[in-house]
């Protein structure tokens, strides 16, 4: 991780190249965060990739309930030659949950963005297939968001099928 | 199904060469639905691939048939009781499942972990590691023909669920760790049943070799066979032994040592070429490392408490709830509340027996977990499948999918 200095370095570089791109840094318990603005990804990334953060070591979505923006995707960026991460948040409203895909720069961001869709509903522009991928096709919901309950599935038996989809057919 | 129609769809634009392929009457692309009940796909994986006679033009997993919310779970139980939970993702590494997230929470916690704790985490995960591997190594050589791998291997993993048996009372799914060291320190006679495991391992492991690096048809269905070079690896975000099959030897063990791995005298085995036969060589010569590090592990135990002492976190000990009022206070509420960890968010990344197995947890200050996520390397090994098996025989998609090893409870979660 680089230390509480060596974050405000990185986050003064992309200030300098585009003063709006970051929102804000954090250094809490050994991990250093950026937030970025959800519309400026691509470029952020393709800047610290430069620095040597070229592999994606994860991605996720967050729910932020009942903060707003509420939804935030959150990439673990490593820099295998110096072992170092660093972590970018983009945070994006409930209403318009969009973010450029970052699959055209690690094809393998396909499975992790898609699941990030399929669990919070976060669209990600320019993924070449953007389905469900754990949940069913005709799932309805995005089920890791705070607000989706658990428990709420009709558990089917036979004895109960007909107060569910059985009845009407 | 409308996944299968976008499916059809698309296949109009696969590129295929126009050098006759398999038999080479006709060109003609073929769909074939490869599970999700297959025993080669080693759990419930469903492939839909594109053949052009014998050879593969392209595949499409179509994974979630486990999915069990594993992560919405564990967002309803206070923060030690998510433990079992998660343990139950990746099902042959469920000491490195608890591990990511007792090592995420602990980090919000900033708690110290005690060194007898680490050196015991360090052999259950080396030992789940070899058991991790030996299913693998069984179940694979069974894919390619060689039925009494299985039984060696299996044999040799009966030994370790013996021994975690005998330290947590748990075949699978143990609930060792805990939050602030193991949940136990080791019974008389493990320590003793665990050396003569370790010195006859190695032994074992050559027995293996023996029996499938002279086996001229494993050979040929291995070597030369789904090469894929470092740099398409790391932009599909592929770690652990695939990584190092290609040749780079990275390594969370030794890149970014935890729970005292740099006390340990360790090599990380690397291929050279990238192909099957490096995958099954790699994961094959862990097993001698992961003994190794067992071995000093034991021979240098320290000794001193197997759990933090933080009684806001940590159960107090049994004898004390009968004499002292506050211990049973503090056991009252850590069991029915739990306790709070402070606001924050923290990723744990560990090397599990498929690579970066990273756990990510957020804390909003109560006694739940806001979000917890497991960065598993099954679910992200998963699509390098497809560019491995790209033009080569459906046979050696097979094998290349043994040798993926992809651990279907951790791909769905």
Request: with cysteine.
């Amino acid at each position: 991780m680089p230390d509480a200095a060596g974050l405000e370095v990185i986050a003064e570089e992309l200030r300098g190249a585009d003063p709006s791109a970051v929102l804000g840094t954090t250094f809490d318990r050994g991990r250093a965060e950026i937030q970025i603005d959800p519309s400026k990804n691509i470029e952020v990334i393709e800047q610290l990739r430069e620095r040597g953060f070229n592999f994606l070591a994860s991605l996720h979505g967050v729910d932020y309930y009942p903060q707003e923006p509420r939804l935030g995707v959150v990439y673990e960026l490593l820099d295998m030659t110096e072992v170092d991460r660093i972590s970018l948040k983009a945070r994006v409203s409930i209403e318009d949950p969009r973010i450029a895909s970052v699959t055209s720069i690690w094809p393998g961001s396909d499975f992790p963005e898609r699941e990030c869709f399929d669990m919070f509903g976060v669209v990600f522009e320019g993924h070449p297939d953007l389905r469900r991928i754990l949940m069913p096709e005709d799932f309805e919901g995005f089920p890791q968001r705070r607000d989706f309950p658990i428990g709420g599935e009709p558990i089917l038996f036979t004895y109960n099928e007909t107060d569910h989809y059985g009845k009407d057919r | 199904m409308s996944a299968l129609g976008d499916y059809r769809k698309r296949e109009e634009s696969i590129s295929y060469s126009v050098e006759s392929a398999g038999m080479g009457e006709t060109h003609e692309l073929l769909s074939l639905n490869i599970g999700p009940h297959h025993p080669a796909t080693h759990g419930v994986l469903r492939l839909i691939a594109t053949l052009e006679g014998e050879v593969v033009r392209d595949i499409k997993p179509i994974i979630g048939y486990v999915h069990t919310g594993i992560e919405k779970t564990a967002e309803q139980k206070s923060y030690w009781k998510a433990i079992p939970v998660v343990e139950r993702m990746d099902y042959l590494s469920y000491y490195f499942n608890a591990m990511a997230y007792c090592g995420a929470v602990e980090t919000l916690l900033g708690l110290q972990i005690p060194p007898r704790a680490q050196y015991l985490r360090v052999i259950h995960l080396e030992l789940n590691r070899i058991m991790s591997h030996l299913v693998w190594l069984g179940t694979s050589a069974l894919d390619l023909g060689a039925m009494s791998m299985f039984w060696y291997c299996f044999r040799e993993r009966e030994t370790i669920l013996d021994l975690f048996e005998m330290s947590s009372g748990q075949r699978m799914h143990t609930r060792y760790i805990q939050i602030g060291g193991v949940f136990e320190d080791i019974p008389p006679g493990f320590a003793a049943k665990l050396q003569k495991f370790v010195d006859g391992m190695p032994a074992r492991a050559d027995q293996y070799a023996d029996l499938l690096e002279k086996n001229q048809i494993l050979l040929s269905r291995l070597r030369d066979s789904c090469i894929l070079d470092e740099q398409t690896l790391l932009g599909l975000n592929v770690t652990g032994p695939l990584l190092r099959a290609a040749g780079n030897p990275w390594d969370l063990r030794k890149a970014a040592p935890y729970s005292s791995y740099d006390h340990f005298d360790f090599k990380i085995p690397v291929g050279s070429v990238g192909d099957n036969y490096d995958r099954y060589r790699v994961r094959h010569a862990e097993l001698y490392e992961s003994t190794k590090i067992i071995d000093q592990a034991l021979k240098g135990l320290p000794e001193g408490p197997t759990i933090a002492d933080d009684r806001k976190v940590v159960l107090p000990p049994r004898h004390e709830l009968a004499t002292s009022m506050e211990a049973l206070i503090h056991h009252f509420k850590l069991v029915t509340e739990g306790f709070r960890v402070p606001e924050g968010e923290a990723y744990y990344p560990i090397e599990s027996p498929r690579g970066e197995l990273g756990c990510f947890v957020r804390s909003d200050g109560s006694a739940k977990p806001a979000r917890v996520h497991m960065r598993d390397p099954s679910f992200v090994n998963l699509q390098s499948t497809a560019p491995m098996v790209k033009d080569s025989y459906i046979a050696d998609l097979i094998a290349t999918l043994a040798m993926v090893d992809p651990v279907l409870g951790g791909v769905d979660r």
